[in-house]
């Protein structure tokens, strides 16, 4: 049987009845739950799992969604914890979302049950406070739908793609959080785990371009970034990016953007709105 999905919409705010962690100790699948409210789950313990016709083995940092309308029971070995938000069905406008009922949230993990911490702290709020507290709780809770939405498309669009072309994002990725002191493209291929070859006709093949043109263009767009919006000198700025010096970043950044890092600054100065 193929995983179904929970559905929800980018624009849709959730309305939150319940949330917190809470202990869990049924057996047998003796008991069932059914309302009308949708449930997320986070697990903390072994168990198995119905949802509905569907059967599934729970796993710490297992993610569930029970839909409202749906049956669910359970059986634990041994009793446990799980975070759990209850929350309204809602009028889907907006972009359509669609996120498996059932899947691992892996190194997503820790993010996901920050937010759910977060959610349960403002929904036991003070009274006096509530008015601002919910209101916080359904953006928080929209976000961490919205979080989980890309997840999924991302793993999706991992599952898809050919080995190659994951490979490809996997180096952006490394040089992206190494933009200053980039990594070598032997180290680059090494942790990926394709040959050089191999991995610059990949890389070359998803995002048109080498991946030391890659690293520059990524590079004189934070540099652009910096000149529009700090004061940082051009050699500040140089030395933050792994430039040599701010010769060196001139002469680059005229080769990108068509003129001088100075030209750049002052150009943006002059097209920036008067304060009023």
Same mark, same amino acid.
């Given at each position: 049987?193929?995983?179904?999905?929970?559905?929800?919409?980018?624009?849709?705010?959730?309305?939150?009845?319940?949330?917190?962690?809470?202990?869990?100790?049924?057996?047998?699948?003796?008991?069932?739950?059914?309302?009308?409210?949708?449930?997320?789950?986070?697990?903390?313990?072994?168990?198995?799992?119905?949802?509905?016709?569907?059967?599934?083995?729970?796993?710490?940092?297992?993610?569930?969604?029970?839909?409202?309308?749906?049956?669910?029971?359970?059986?634990?070995?041994?009793?446990?914890?799980?975070?759990?938000?209850?929350?309204?069905?809602?009028?889907?406008?907006?972009?359509?979302?669609?996120?498996?009922?059932?899947?691992?949230?892996?190194?997503?993990?820790?993010?996901?049950?920050?937010?759910?911490? *977060?959610?349960?702290?403002?929904?036991? %709020? !003070?009274?006096?406070? +509530? @008015?601002?507290? /919910?209101? =916080? #709780?359904?953006?928080?809770?929209?976000?961490?739908?919205?979080?989980?939405?890309?997840?999924?498309? *991302?793993?999706?669009?991992?599952?898809? %793609? !050919?080995?190659?072309? +994951? @490979?490809?994002? /996997?180096? =952006? #990725?490394?040089?992206?959080?190494?933009?200053?002191?980039?990594?070598?493209?032997?180290?680059?291929?090494?942790?990926?785990?394709?040959?050089?070859?191999?991995?610059?006709? +990949?890389?070359?093949? /998803?995002?048109?371009?080498?991946?030391?043109?890659?690293?520059?263009?990524?590079?004189?767009?934070?540099?652009?970034?910096?000149?529009?919006?700090?004061?940082?000198?051009?050699?500040?700025? +140089?030395?933050?990016?792994?430039?040599?010096?701010?010769?060196?970043?001139?002469?680059?950044?005229?080769?990108?953007?068509?003129?001088?890092?100075?030209?750049?600054?002052?150009?943006?100065?002059?097209?920036?709105?008067?304060?009023?």
């Amino acid at each position: 049987m193929s995983m179904p999905a929970f559905t929800w919409s980018s624009a849709a705010l959730p309305e939150i009845l319940v949330a917190g962690r809470y202990p869990l100790d049924d057996r047998d699948f003796k008991y069932f739950y059914r309302g009308d409210v949708h449930a997320l789950h986070i697990y903390d313990y072994h168990a198995q799992m119905r949802l509905d016709a569907l059967q599934v083995d729970l796993h710490p940092g297992d993610l569930t969604f029970s839909v409202a309308g749906g049956e669910t029971r359970y059986h634990l070995p041994h009793p446990g914890h799980h975070w759990c938000i209850h929350f309204r069905p809602a009028r889907l406008v907006g972009t359509p979302l669609a996120i498996p009922v059932h899947f691992n949230l892996g190194t997503l993990k820790s993010r996901i049950v920050d937010a759910v911490q *977060r959610i349960a702290g403002l929904m036991a %709020a !003070p009274t006096v406070e +509530a @008015a601002l507290a /919910r209101p =916080a #709780a359904s953006a928080a809770m929209l976000e961490l739908i919205l979080t989980l939405a890309a997840h999924t498309a *991302r793993s999706e669009s991992r599952e898809k %793609a !050919p080995r190659s072309h +994951a @490979a490809a994002e /996997r180096a =952006a #990725a490394l040089l992206d959080e190494n933009l200053s002191d980039p990594p070598s493209a032997r180290a680059v291929s090494q942790a990926v785990g394709l040959s050089q070859n191999w991995l610059s006709r +990949a890389f070359r093949a /998803r995002y048109g371009i080498t991946m030391a043109r890659y690293v520059l263009a990524s590079r004189i767009t934070m540099a652009q970034s910096l000149l529009q919006n700090t004061d940082m000198p051009v050699r500040r700025i +140089a030395e933050r990016l792994g430039f040599l010096d701010a010769q060196h970043l001139n002469k680059q950044f005229r080769r990108v953007a068509g003129c001088s890092p100075t030209s750049f600054r002052l150009r943006g100065s002059a097209h920036r709105a008067p304060e009023t």
